[in-house]
């Protein structure tokens, strides 16, 4: 009986000096905590070591030397402590897991561990699925790594959590990266509204109103957009694109010229603007600067589009000073020359029509029989090889204009049997790249004699 009474008296012994450990402990945590707020950290140093010395497992003493570490920049310590106090089985006794993982995802934020970041962020999501810093940090992190789908989610559940939040740009930016246009444009215009200054706002409404080909609307979005360096050679592209398919050549060319400087060569976007800008030269007659652009393109994408063949055919026609005459002018330019040409086969024009910026249809009649019915004569200006698909187009074509026979002259290329099928049907006449600059130089001859 007296050993069981002395076993008692020792354990309830044990048990009271726990319990003042405890509390002493306790109290040194409270002054840790104070001497933390008031930033004596001196002090915070010198209770944590005894604290630690005799547990140094103390889940409030580990945190508060984590906020501590944080405090004084020394990140990665901080973080190892934190970590340490998560592989602690029981410290969501002491510590509320949201703050230490939320405090861990900005330390990962801090030292770039970016992925670390967002594993973080998603598990505080998955505790807390309202938690405002969560949210925002993982639907600007899914946004920037192009996982529009997912960030989308986020933003529209952070302009739930947060009214006055500003996330319209990014959810209509989303929107639009999912072929969303409408509801793009929906939050795009109310971004406008909040801001009337936004250009990455102006910037996307702009190239939907470019995909629209609503252009009235596309245009001062993207002029005032391109004020913006971030989005200058993109909205100097689509203004570009705009007046090249509005037939104002020129202007594209300006506008395409002045963002040349600023070209990443060996990007899409190069590949694409530089092609662009060369076919306007095209157009214009600017030969030799087309050819520049094509061969900076084929120089960094060999394959790119229908370079190659375009560089091959000009090659051939700078070769020849009468088809460079035809490129070096644009289609309206070549008129005199052609109706020369046309005037040399025994034809006097009666109406002539520009189809496009590569094509003139005339009407004609034979000068040896001027009443029979006209004959139709086009002009067609390219450097494509032509296929027989051309030529049932111009059989039509006489047809419905009700015309006797046709002509066809181009500076592209029929193919030898192509040549022989239409000679054999004798209702037209095909003049090429082959025969065509013989009849240039004997207009040229005819003009000097007269």
């Given at each position: 009986m007296m050993n069981f009474l002395i076993l008692v008296f020792v354990a309830?012994?044990?048990?009271?000096?726990?319990?003042?450990?405890?509390?002493?402990?306790?109290?040194?945590?409270?002054?840790?905590?104070?001497?933390?707020?008031?930033?004596?950290?001196?002090?915070?140093?010198?209770?944590?070591?005894?604290?630690?010395?005799?547990?140094?497992?103390?889940?409030?003493?580990?945190?508060?030397?984590?906020?501590?570490?944080?405090?004084?920049?020394?990140?990665?310590?901080?973080?190892?402590?934190?970590?340490?106090?998560?592989?602690?089985?029981?410290?969501?006794?002491?510590?509320?897991?949201?703050?230490?993982?939320?405090?861990?995802?900005?330390?990962?934020?801090?030292?770039?561990?970016?992925?670390?970041?967002?594993?973080?962020?998603?598990?505080?999501?998955?505790?807390?699925p309202n938690s405002v810093v969560a949210n925002e940090r993982l639907g600007e992190a899914m946004f920037i790594k192009k996982n529009y789908k997912v960030a989308l989610d986020y933003l529209i559940k952070i302009s739930k959590l947060v009214q006055e939040?500003?996330?319209?740009?990014?959810?209509?930016?989303?929107?639009?990266?999912?072929?969303?246009?409408?509801?793009?444009?929906?939050?795009?215009?109310?971004?406008?509204?909040?801001?009337?200054?936004?250009?990455?706002?102006?910037?996307?409404?702009?190239?939907?109103?470019?995909?629209?080909?609503?252009?009235?609307?596309?245009?001062?979005?993207?002029?005032?957009?391109?004020?913006?360096r971030k989005y200058f050679l993109n909205s100097s592209y689509l203004l570009g694109s705009i007046y090249y398919e509005k037939d104002d050549y020129e202007l594209a060319i300006s506008i395409l010229e002045a963002g040349l400087k600023d070209l990443k060569d060996k990007t899409e976007e190069a590949l694409e603007y530089r092609y662009l800008l060369a076919c306007a030269y095209e157009i214009v007659g600017r030969i030799k600067e087309a050819i520049h652009h094509w061969e900076k393109v084929a120089f960094d994408s060999a394959g790119y589009k229908d370079v190659r063949d375009k560089l091959d055919s000009y090659r051939i026609i700078m070769s020849n000073p009468h088809l460079t005459e035809l490129f070096s002018t644009n289609i309206e330019d070549n008129q005199p020359?052609?109706?020369?040409?046309?005037?040399?086969?025994?034809?006097?024009?009666?109406?002539?029509?520009?189809?496009?910026?590569?094509?003139?249809?005339?009407?004609?009649?034979?000068?040896?029989?001027?009443?029979?019915?006209?004959?139709?004569?086009?002009?067609?200006?390219?450097?494509?090889?032509?296929?027989?698909?051309?030529?049932?187009?111009?059989?039509?074509?006489?047809?419905?204009?009700?015309?006797?026979?046709?002509?066809?002259?181009?500076?592209?290329?029929?193919?030898?049997?192509?040549k022989l099928n239409v000679d054999a049907k004798k209702e037209m006449s095909l003049i090429d790249a082959e025969d065509l600059p013989r009849l240039i130089e004997k207009a040229h001859q005819k003009i000097e004699r007269s």
């Open positions: 309830s012994a044990v048990v009271g000096l726990i319990k003042l450990g405890y509390s002493r402990l306790s109290v040194k945590i409270k002054k840790a905590e104070q001497a933390f707020e008031n930033g004596d950290f001196q002090a915070v140093g010198v209770i944590l070591k005894e604290i630690l010395e005799a547990d140094n497992n103390n889940i409030p003493a580990k945190y508060i030397k984590a906020k501590m570490l944080m405090n004084q920049n020394q990140y990665l310590q901080a973080i190892f402590e934190i970590n340490s106090i998560l592989a602690i089985p029981d410290y969501r006794d002491h510590v509320s897991e949201l703050d230490l993982r939320t405090n861990l995802a900005l330390l990962y934020h801090e030292t770039k561990n970016y992925e670390k970041e967002i594993q973080e962020y998603k598990v505080i999501v998955a505790i807390d939040h500003d996330c319209w740009t990014r959810i209509g930016i989303c929107h639009y990266m999912l072929h969303n246009y409408e509801s793009a444009e929906d939050y795009l215009l109310r971004s406008i509204n909040e801001d009337a200054e936004n250009d990455e706002a102006r910037y996307y409404l702009g190239s939907i109103n470019y995909m629209r080909k609503t252009y009235t609307d596309a245009i001062p979005l993207l002029e005032l957009a391109k004020r913006n020359i052609i109706k020369e040409v046309i005037a040399l086969l025994q034809y006097n024009v009666t109406s002539s029509e520009k189809i496009s910026n590569s094509e003139y249809q005339y009407k004609a009649l034979n000068i040896k029989r001027p009443n029979e019915l006209p004959t139709l004569v086009v002009y067609l200006k390219t450097t494509r090889d032509l296929s027989e698909s051309y030529i049932n187009d111009f059989q039509r074509k006489i047809s419905l204009q009700k015309c006797k026979s046709g002509i066809f002259i181009t500076t592209g290329t029929f193919s030898p049997r192509i």
